[in-house]
């Protein structure tokens, strides 16, 4: 069964950098991208990023870019998501996701999540 | 500010028949499939709608959606208790250096 198995809970201080990992099991890593999106507490869903685990290539929202990198090492099925200069306003739960791309009928989704990693600033 | 609109409560009785909407522009919603997701607080978002108006394997018939120009809907009807959560649609907003945007997200409440 599909599984994206997200590292553990992190504190730190302002001006640190966090990298939370995402290590996929039950599919082929490679054949779908991996998505990024955090909530902070009381808050809704926002979207980060995404990285095409087969080539490395990223995209991200214009928000983040620059303080966020995404990467993968497709040895060990896993994403990561370092996010640098940290401020109090990016404490929240970070969530992966698989983007399912039904090609039949041209649609896509995230169908499969990880169950989050709180990151406390 | 979210790209997508909705609004921030909905509220019914079981059994009765709620929507919700979900407002957009002609770089998202108007071009664009729209997604809506199901979560209940500490856990990760369940995906409820994808394509506009198709449902997973698994979720109920008594969730629906539709899209008419620039905004979706997805109505919920026989309301039961354990639909009392947040719901989030979600859209590609090619207005944004090609992103994926949600909407701020609809408390329902059971009463």
């Known amino acids: 069964q599909v599984q994206l198995l997200q590292s553990g809970a992190e504190v730190k201080g302002p001006g640190a950098s966090v990298k939370v990992s995402c290590k996929a099991s039950?599919?082929?890593?490679?054949?779908?991208?991996l998505h990024w999106v955090r909530q902070a507490p009381g808050r809704g869903l926002e979207w980060m990023g995404w990285?095409?685990?087969?080539?490395?290539?990223?995209n991200y929202a214009q928000k983040f870019q620059g303080r966020v990198t995404l990467t993968r090492d497709t040895s060990r099925s896993t994403g990561y998501m370092e996010v640098t200069r940290l401020t109090p306003e990016d404490t929240a739960v970070y969530f992966c996701a698989r983007d399912f791309y039904d090609t039949a009928n041209n649609h896509n989704y995230f169908d499969y999540w990880g169950h989050g990693t709180l990151v406390t600033v | 500010q979210s790209v997508l609109t909705q609004p921030p409560s909905v509220s019914g009785a079981p059994g009765q028949r709620v929507t919700i909407s979900c407002t957009g522009s002609?770089?998202?919603?108007?071009?664009?499939?729209v997604r809506w997701y199901q979560q209940t607080p500490g856990t990760a978002p369940k995906l409820l709608i994808y394509g506009n108006d198709k449902r997973p394997s698994g979720v109920p018939d008594r969730f629906s959606a539709s899209k008419a120009g620039t905004s979706a809907t997805l109505a919920i009807t026989g309301l039961q208790a354990e639909d009392e959560c947040d719901y989030y649609c979600?859209?590609?907003?090619?207005?944004?250096?090609?992103?994926?945007?949600f909407g701020g997200g609809t408390k329902l409440t059971v009463l």
């Open positions: 979600q859209s590609f907003d090619s207005g944004l250096s090609g992103s994926i945007v």
């Open positions: 002609t770089s998202n919603i108007g071009d664009y499939d």
């Open positions: 039950g599919y082929t890593f490679t054949s779908y991208y």
């Open positions: 990285v095409n685990p087969a080539s490395g290539a990223t």
